[in-house]
């Protein structure tokens, strides 16, 4: 049995207890300024939010990944420079601390500090979208709210997961968000469990707040949706039909992470088949475990992050990491983000934190 004490790692478990302590009273603090600023400022933040159809323009949005620092705690430097590559690349959107970016490995101070970093670094370079889901509506609204104080220009929420909810509840959830501003709406019954239906996004559609949907049950729901002008976001491996035949706005992408060229490529310059056929041996690696796991393993391959893991994920295994390496070999290392070669790591490499 698989436990904390035998993973096949070196650090096995790193816990700093001094470290956790600084860093839970320096988001304590942070947490107080946030909440200040929602009291002090709220109608401001309203009046000068982005308006909802800029954000439904945006093709190239990136969920980008949180890389951490042995303690467990963000490495905002390689952060940064994870932001600063995508922009740099044509990047549009951030997404912050969605899946792909483990905001469900985080306490709500963590998430909401990440996305007000990421609004006062970069916002005035790329739309921020903050991820505020919860299967908590209380939790949603909160998060919501907070950060939409801090100056995201739109939240990200997934359907109630693992106790869901009835389709009425799904309706009542969505509207108790809608009002505090930009919504986008993310169908994933992979992660959730439970399908939001058309039946319920059309009724939402109607709200002046609802932005549009990122869907990925497939492109048939992608045209259903695009036929009756509701805006749509797809995922790597739907995306080039989704955008070319079926009328998707563009993508939130996990892929762009690595390959923000080519991204930009098949999601701007108009139908490409063989550029299609060419990435999907990597959208197919990407998912060989649950997601953000092979993501994580990639960037900490190709020298961008530390290999630092937050549980409950694990880097892939030996064959796996080879498999990358092959991977980036075949379609070109250039492709790829940063200058380091790409490299296998070894078990002993990486470091598993459990505190954090």
Same mark, same amino acid.
């Given at each position: 049995?698989?436990?904390?004490?035998?993973?096949?790692?070196?650090?096995?478990?790193?816990?700093?207890?001094?470290?956790?302590?600084?860093?839970?009273?320096?988001? +304590?603090?942070?947490?107080?300024? =946030?909440?200040?600023?929602?009291? #002090?400022?709220?109608?401001?933040?309203?009046?000068?939010?982005?308006?909802? %159809?800029?954000?439904?323009?945006?093709?190239?949005?990136?969920?980008?990944?949180?890389?951490?620092?042995?303690?467990?705690?963000?490495?905002?430097?390689?952060?940064?420079?994870?932001?600063?590559?995508?922009?740099?690349?044509?990047?549009?959107?951030?997404?912050?601390?969605?899946?792909?970016?483990?905001?469900?490995?985080?306490? @709500?101070?963590?998430?909401?500090?990440?996305?007000?970093?990421? *609004?006062?670094? =970069?916002?005035?370079?790329?739309?921020?979208?903050?991820?505020?889901?919860?299967?908590?509506?209380? %939790?949603?609204?909160?998060?919501?709210?907070?950060?939409?104080?801090?100056?995201?220009?739109?939240?990200?929420?997934?359907?109630?997961?693992?106790?869901?909810?009835?389709?009425?509840?799904?309706?009542?959830?969505?509207?108790?968000?809608?009002?505090?501003?930009?919504?986008?709406?993310?169908?994933?019954?992979?992660?959730?469990?439970?399908?939001?239906?058309?039946?319920?996004?059309?009724?939402?559609? +109607?709200?002046?707040?609802?932005?549009?949907?990122?869907?990925?049950?497939?492109? %048939?729901?992608?045209? #259903? $949706?695009?036929?009756?002008?509701?805006?749509? @976001?797809?995922?790597?491996?739907?995306?080039?039909?989704?955008? @070319?035949?079926?009328?998707?706005?563009?993508? +939130?992408?996990?892929?762009?992470?690595?390959?923000?060229?080519?991204?930009?490529?098949?999601?701007?310059?108009?139908?490409?088949?063989?550029?299609?056929?060419?990435?999907?041996?990597?959208?197919? @690696?990407?998912?060989?475990?649950?997601?953000?796991?092979?993501?994580?393993?990639?960037?900490?391959?190709?020298?961008?992050?530390?290999?630092? =893991?937050?549980?409950? $994920?694990?880097?892939?295994?030996?064959?796996?990491?080879?498999? =990358?390496?092959?991977?980036?070999?075949?379609?070109?290392?250039?492709?790829? *983000?940063?200058?380091?070669?790409? +490299?296998?790591?070894?078990?002993?490499?990486?470091?598993?934190?459990?505190?954090?």
């Amino acid at each position: 049995m698989l436990s904390a004490s035998n993973l096949p790692f070196s650090t096995s478990i790193t816990t700093n207890f001094n470290n956790n302590r600084s860093t839970y009273c320096k988001l +304590q603090q942070a947490n107080a300024r =946030f909440d200040v600023r929602l009291r #002090l400022s709220s109608s401001a933040a309203v009046k000068d939010r982005t308006s909802i %159809e800029e954000v439904r323009s945006l093709r190239f949005i990136t969920a980008v990944k949180t890389p951490y620092l042995p303690s467990g705690g963000f490495d905002l430097e390689a952060y940064d420079n994870l932001v600063n590559t995508q922009i740099a690349n044509g990047v549009e959107g951030i997404l912050v601390a969605g899946s792909t970016g483990e905001g469900q490995l985080m306490t @709500w101070d963590e998430q909401i500090m990440l996305i007000a970093h990421t *609004v006062n670094s =970069f916002g005035n370079k790329v739309k921020v979208i903050g991820n505020a889901g919860s299967n908590c509506t209380k %939790e949603a609204i909160n998060a919501t709210e907070r950060g939409f104080a801090v100056g995201m220009d739109a939240a990200l929420h997934i359907n109630p997961y693992y106790g869901r909810t009835s389709m009425a509840g799904l309706v009542a959830h969505y509207n108790s968000l809608l009002p505090i501003g930009p919504i986008i709406i993310y169908n994933v019954p992979s992660r959730s469990n439970q399908d939001i239906p058309p039946s319920v996004v059309e009724i939402l559609a +109607q709200n002046p707040n609802f932005v549009g949907i990122k869907e990925c049950v497939g492109n %048939e729901r992608v045209k #259903l $949706y695009t036929d009756k002008g509701i805006v749509v @976001w797809s995922v790597d491996s739907l995306i080039h039909e989704a955008k @070319w035949d079926c009328g998707a706005v563009g993508v +939130q992408s996990v892929a762009s992470n690595l390959v923000p060229g080519l991204m930009r490529e098949l999601v701007f310059e108009g139908k490409n088949p063989t550029l299609h056929s060419k990435l999907m041996p990597l959208f197919h @690696w990407l998912i060989i475990e649950p997601s953000p796991i092979a993501l994580n393993t990639a960037l900490a391959q190709l020298g961008i992050i530390k290999p630092v =893991f937050r549980l409950p $994920y694990v880097p892939l295994s030996k064959e796996q990491r080879v498999g =990358f390496v092959n991977l980036v070999k075949e379609m070109g290392r250039e492709h790829f *983000v940063g200058e380091k070669d790409v +490299q296998v790591l070894e078990d002993d490499d990486f470091i598993i934190v459990d505190r954090y």
